[in-house]
C-alpha cells in the first residue's frame, strides 16, 4: 500500500502540459502533460524508448523540448526570459550514470553547488555537504574521489550532491539501473527514506517494489504518451488499460518484487 | 614585375628544388620505415642488451634536434671516415642519412606502439598452431601492426617532408634554400618564402588526402587495438 | 702530443658560451614562444570546441598553414621577409620566436580541442542541472578535468618546440646550436685535428638538448602526478 504523505498534499509545485519532442524522424514525447504537488512521489513507468528520461531532462531543459509548456511553481521554465540556471537550482536531477565530478572528492561534489550557485561562503557549504553525506549514510567517504567509490556509493553521493541545493523538487532518472543487484537496495533505502520524508520526486524506474512503496501515483508510459495515471493499488488490481496489466505483470515476472520497508 | 611574372621567372628553379625536397622525403622516411621497423622488432623481440642498444638509438636520435645530427653528420663525421678511405659525403648524401635516421628513431616508437597493442592472444593463437616467432610475427603481427600505425606514420611522413629543409644548413638546394637564394636575388624576399610555404603546405594537404584514402581501403572490419595487451 | 692539447684546450674553451650564452638563449626563446603557442593555441582551441562555424573554420584554416610551413620557412618569412619585403625589422630572436610560437598555437591547439572533447559529457550535464551557467560548468568542471589530460601530450610538444629552437640559428639567434656553430669555426682552426673536434662538439650539442628534453619532461612528469587524481586514469598519445 502506498504510504507516501497521505492527504496532506501541498500546493501544485511542477506543471507539464503538451510537451513534444521528435529527434529526426522520431517523434519521442507526443503530447505529455502531469502535475506534481508539494510532497508527491510519482513513478514512472513503460517500455524502453517510450520517452521517459526525454520527458525528464524536457522538464529541466537538459532538452529543450518542441512544444508544450512547463511551470515550476509560478515561474514558467519554458518561457523564452526565464533564467534556466536559477530554476535548474530548484530541481535536483540524478541521473542514471551518476556523472560525479571526477576531479572533486565527494564532499567537493556536494558542496559545488552550493559554493558556485548559491554563492554560500565555504565552510558553511561543507558543513552542508557534510551533513547531507551523512544523510546518505557516506559521512566517511567524504574524503574518497568518485573513482574509489563503489556504484552504490557514487549514486548515494549524487543524491546528497542534489539534496544539498535545497530543491523542491528531485528528478530520479532510472537512478538503479547502472547498478550491480546488491548495490541497488542501499539506493532505493535512501529514495525511500526520502519519500517518506516529504520530499516532492519523479522517479522514473523499473522497481516495482518501490513503486508499491512510496509512490502516490504511478504513471504508465508507451509510445510517447501517458496511458495511465492512477495510485499503485489501481494499477495493479484493475488497470484502466489492457497494456497496463500486461507491462507490470511482465516486470514484476523478471524484476521480482523487493521486499517492502 | 607582377607576382606572377616573378613566379614565371622563378619556377623553374623551385620545381627542381621540390623535386630534391620530394626525393630527401622519399628517401628519408623510406630508409626510416626499413631501420625503424627493424629497431622496433628488436626493441620487443630481441633479448635485454640488444633491446638497450636499440633505445639507446632511438633516446637519442629522438632527444636531439635533427639540425644537429645532420650537421654533425656533414661536418663531424668525415674527417674520420678519411681515414678510412671513404670520401666526404656530398650534401644531398648526407641530408639523406641524417633525415633516415632521424626518421627510423620516430618510426620505431610508433611501430613499437603498434605492436604492443596487439593482443598477446595473437602470438600465442600463431605459436600453438606451430608457426616459429618469425613467422608468427610477419604473417600475424605485423599486419594488423603495420595497419594500426598508419595514423602515427601519416603524421611521420608529414612531418618528412616539412624537416626536409634541414638540407638547408648543408647548402643542399631543396625548396627552402631555394626560396632563400631566390629572395637574396630578386629582393622579393616575401612572395619568395611565402610561395615555398604553400607548395609546402600543398604537399602536405595532397599526402594527407592520399593517406586518408589509403586507410579506409585498408581498414579490417572489427581490428581494433587490445588496450590489455599493454 | 702539444697539437693534441692545444686542440682540446680550445675546444675546452668553446664551450664556454654553450653555458653563458647558448643555453639561456634557448631557453628563453623555449619559453616564449611556448608562452605564446598556449595563450594563441587555447583560444584556437576552445574556439573549435565552442566557438561558431566561421570562427571554426578560420581556425581550422590557421592550423592547415601553421601546421603545413617548415618551422625554417616560417622563421625565414618573419626575420628576411617582412624586413626586405614590408621593411618591417624584425630582430632575429623575436623573429624565431613568433614563427616558432604561431606554430606551436596550432599544435597546442589540437591538444586543447582532444582534452576538451575527452572529458565525458555527463560532466557537463550534471554541472548545468545543478544551475550553472555555462561559462561557470567549464570553468570548475571541464577545465580542471581537461588540463590534466592535456600534459602528456603537452609534453611531447614541449620536446618538439625545444629541437626546433635550433632552426633559428640559420638567421643568426645566438641559441646552442649557433654557439656549436661558432665553436667549430674556431676549433676548425687548428691544423690537423681541428677538424676531428667537430663531431665531439656536436656530441656535446646534443648533450645539452637531451638534457633539456628530459629535464622538461620530468617537471612536466612531476607535475602530473602532483595533479594525479585516483583513479582518473589518463591516457596520451605518443606523438612527436
Known amino acids: 500500500m502506498a504510504i507516501g504523505t497521505g492527504a496532506c498534499l501541498g500546493e501544485v509545485i511542477l506543471r507539464v502540459e503538451g510537451l513534444h519532442k521528435r529527434y529526426g524522424k522520431d517523434e519521442v514525447l507526443k503530447g505529455v502533460s502531469l502535475e506534481l504537488r508539494r510532497g508527491e512521489t510519482k513513478v514512472v513507468i513503460g517500455p524502453s524508448g517510450t520517452g521517459k528520461s526525454t520527458l525528464l531532462r524536457c522538464i529541466n531543459q537538459l532538452t529543450v523540448p518542441d512544444k508544450g509548456r512547463v511551470w515550476l511553481g509560478d515561474a514558467e521554465i519554458t518561457h523564452a526570459r526565464t533564467n534556466i540556471n536559477h530554476i535548474r537550482a530548484q530541481v535536483g536531477f540524478v541521473f542514471q550514470d551518476f556523472n560525479l565530478f571526477n576531479h572533486l572528492t565527494a564532499l567537493h561534489n556536494v558542496s559545488l553547488g552550493l559554493i558556485k550557485v548559491k554563492k554560500m561562503p565555504k565552510e558553511a557549504a561543507l558543513a552542508r555537504a557534510h551533513e547531507e553525506l551523512a544523510r546518505v549514510g557516506l559521512a566517511e567517504k567524504a574524503c574518497s574521489y568518485p573513482a574509489e567509490l563503489s556504484g552504490g556509493q557514487k549514486q548515494r553521493v549524487s543524491i546528497a550532491r542534489a539534496l544539498a541545493m535545497d530543491p523542491k523538487l528531485i528528478l530520479f532518472d532510472e537512478p538503479t539501473s547502472a547498478l550491480d543487484p546488491e548495490l541497488i537496495g542501499e539506493v532505493l533505502e535512501v529514495m525511500i527514506g526520502l519519500a517518506r520524508g516529504g520530499m516532492t520526486m519523479i522517479v522514473v524506474s523499473h522497481e516495482m517494489g518501490f513503486a508499491r512503496a512510496v509512490a502516490d501515483k504511478i504513471i504508465f508510459m508507451e509510445g510517447g504518451t501517458i496511458l495511465e495515471e492512477g495510485t499503485p493499488t489501481e494499477l495493479f488490481t484493475c488497470p484502466r488499460c489492457e497494456r497496463t496489466g500486461q507491462f507490470l505483470r511482465k516486470i514484476t515476472e523478471l524484476y521480482g518484487e523487493t521486499s517492502e520497508r | 614585375m607582377t607576382y606572377f611574372e616573378f613566379a614565371g621567372t622563378v619556377f623553374p628553379r623551385l620545381l627542381r628544388a621540390t623535386v630534391i625536397t620530394l626525393e630527401l622525403t622519399a628517401i628519408g622516411i623510406g630508409s626510416g620505415f626499413v631501420l625503424g621497423l627493424l629497431l622496433a622488432l628488436t626493441r620487443v623481440y630481441a633479448n635485454r642488451v640488444l633491446s638497450g642498444i636499440a633505445n639507446v638509438y632511438i633516446q637519442f636520435f629522438r632527444g636531439t634536434p635533427l639540425v644537429v645530427q645532420a650537421l654533425a653528420i656533414y661536418y663531424g663525421f668525415p674527417p674520420y671516415l678519411k681515414t678510412l678511405g671513404i670520401e666526404p659525403f656530398s650534401p644531398l648524401v648526407a641530408a639523406c642519412i641524417a633525415l633516415g635516421l632521424n626518421s627510423a628513431a620516430y618510426q620505431a616508437e610508433y611501430f613499437r606502439g603498434a605492436i604492443q597493442a596487439i593482443s598477446s592472444g595473437q602470438m600465442q593463437a600463431a605459436r600453438s598452431m606451430g608457426m616459429s616467432k618469425m613467422q608468427a610475427v610477419r604473417s600475424v603481427i605485423l599486419p594488423q601492426a603495420l595497419r594500426i600505425v598508419l595514423p602515427s606514420w601519416s603524421n611521420e611522413l608529414i612531418y618528412t617532408i616539412q624537416y626536409s629543409s634541414v638540407a638547408y644548413f648543408l647548402t643542399l638546394e631543396e625548396l627552402t634554400f631555394a626560396s632563400m637564394k631566390i629572395a637574396a636575388k630578386y629582393g622579393r624576399a616575401f612572395e619568395s618564402y611565402a610561395t615555398a610555404g604553400v607548395i609546402y603546405v600543398v604537399i602536405v594537404l595532397l599526402v594527407s588526402r592520399l593517406l586518408a584514402h589509403a586507410e579506409s581501403r585498408l581498414r579490417i572490419p572489427g581490428l581494433c587495438v587490445d588496450d590489455r595487451a599493454r | ?240
Open chain 3, 1 to 240: 702530443m702539444e697539437a693534441t692539447i692545444g686542440a682540446t684546450n680550445v675546444l675546452w674553451q668553446s664551450l664556454g658560451p654553450f653555458f653563458s650564452r647558448g643555453l639561456p638563449e634557448t631557453v628563453k626563446i623555449t619559453a616564449l614562444l611556448l608562452c605564446l603557442g598556449l595563450v594563441l593555441g587555447a583560444v584556437l582551441g576552445f574556439t573549435q570546441v565552442y566557438g561558431r562555424r566561421p570562427f571554426r573554420y578560420a581556425c581550422v584554416t590557421y592550423e592547415q598553414i601553421f601546421r603545413g610551413v617548415p618551422p625554417l620557412v616560417m622563421i625565414l618569412v618573419f626575420y628576411n621577409g617582412f624586413a626586405r619585403s614590408f621593411h618591417i625589422m624584425l630582430p632575429a630572436t623575436m623573429s624565431a620566436v613568433l614563427a616558432l610560437g604561431l606554430r606551436s598555437a596550432a599544435y597546442q591547439s589540437q591538444i586543447f580541442r582532444g582534452a576538451i572533447q575527452a572529458v565525458p559529457p555527463g560532466q557537463m550535464m550534471a554541472a548545468r542541472a545543478l544551475g550553472m551557467s555555462k561559462l561557470k560548468a567549464i570553468r570548475y568542471v571541464m577545465l580542471p578535468q581537461a588540463f590534466r589530460l592535456a600534459i602528456p601530450p603537452w609534453s611531447n610538444e614541449y620536446s618538439g618546440v625545444v629541437k626546433d629552437t635550433a632552426f633559428a640559428c640559420a638567421i643568426g639567434v645566438a641559441e646552442l646550436t649557433r654557439q656549436a656553430q661558432l665553436a667549430m669555426t674556431r676549433v676548425s682552426m687548428v691544423p690537423d685535428i681541428g677538424s676531428r673536434l667537430i663531431l665531439p662538439i656536436f656530441l656535446i650539442l646534443g648533450m645539452f638538448y637531451l638534457a633539456l628534453t628530459y629535464g622538461g619532461n620530468a617537471l612536466l612528469g612531476l607535475l602530473e602526478r602532483r595533479l594525479r587524481i585516483p583513479g582518473f586514469e589518463t591516457k596520451g598519445k605518443v606523438e612527436r
